[in-house]
């Protein structure tokens, strides 16, 4: 498969965050120094990297160890305060952990989170006057690839991956995209009914496995926005039912499956998405 290799140096580093005992930390910055290695499966992951594979055969990805692109590490383009392209702070990571566990012990399928490190490696940008740290976010997943990495994998690679839904298919579908849109929608059912707004459902946050990932937006009870933003997110529910259907779309076009859009309007009517009430 197209995928690159990347060298990287090892951090001193403190464990912010820590689900269970099991897991190996990978406290890795890219480094062209580095004596360290990671692995970029597609130049969408801008600042995620395959660093190893656990007992059980899952990828350990980790997040914020600097760009895949340009020769630096990290950029900050003022606009973004101290977040900075290819880093991660510490409210976006711890963000995206625990919402993380919370969306898994709802029963959607998902990432399981490892660790949030926090890396002594003191980062100063020449546009600002304070100095931040990287943290990183590590878990593992099933598949490493996202829906949105097609064009960059091999046909062999995707068809495995739609093989194993097989595992998923409830309601004995015959067309792939109908099992997936069946995980998708119910997913979203599950996270609708409990409150919970991912904010972030595209091709860029599923994997070919069927995995939702990336919390770092969302919302739920026990993380609410700030004042101002809660009164904004009952309205951004409705935006994630056609979120919804464009994934659905797209790995229907990507599997060369002739999508009945009828079937999938009634299958969001039956978990409680009535499209005719929009139209």
């Not at 464009?246 to 499209?275: H, M, P």
Request: net charge negative; glycine share 4%; aromatic share 14%.
């Amino acid at each position: 498969m197209p995928t690159q290799k990347y060298k990287a140096q090892s951090f001193d580093y403190q464990i912010i965050r820590q689900n269970g005992t099991d897991f190996i930390p990978y406290p890795y910055i890219r480094s062209d120094d580095g004596d360290k290695e990671m692995l970029c499966v597609s130049p969408l992951h801008g600042r995620s990297f395959a660093v190893g594979k656990n007992k059980d055969k899952r990828y350990i990805i980790s997040k914020g160890n600097g760009l895949s692109y340009t020769s630096h590490s990290f950029l900050n383009t003022i606009e973004m305060g101290l977040e900075s392209w290819g880093l991660l702070v510490e409210k976006a990571a711890i963000r995206d952990f625990e919402i993380g566990m919370e969306i898994s012990k709802l029963g959607i399928k998902t990432n399981e989170m490892e660790f949030v490190l926090k890396l002594d490696y003191p980062i100063k940008f020449k546009n600002q006057t304070e100095i931040v740290y990287p943290y990183l976010l590590q878990y593992n997943v099933e598949c490493p690839y996202r829906i949105c990495d097609a064009a960059f994998m091999e046909e062999w690679a995707i068809a495995y991956e739609v093989l194993q839904w097989q595992k998923l298919n409830e309601r004995n579908f015959k067309e792939n995209y109908l099992i997936a849109a069946n995980v998708l929608i119910k997913n979203l059912r599950i996270m609708h009914s409990n409150n919970i707004l991912h904010n972030a459902i595209h091709i860029q946050n599923y994997t070919w496995a069927l995995e939702l990932l990336d919390f770092e937006l969302a919302r739920t009870p026990s993380f609410p926005y700030s004042e101002a933003d809660e009164k904004q997110f009952p309205v951004l529910y409705h935006r994630e039912i056609v979120q919804t259907y464009e994934v659905i779309n797209y790995i229907a076009w990507v599997l060369r499956e002739t999508i009945d859009y009828r079937q999938i309007d009634t299958l969001f009517t039956e978990y409680g998405f009535d499209l005719k009430q929009y139209s």
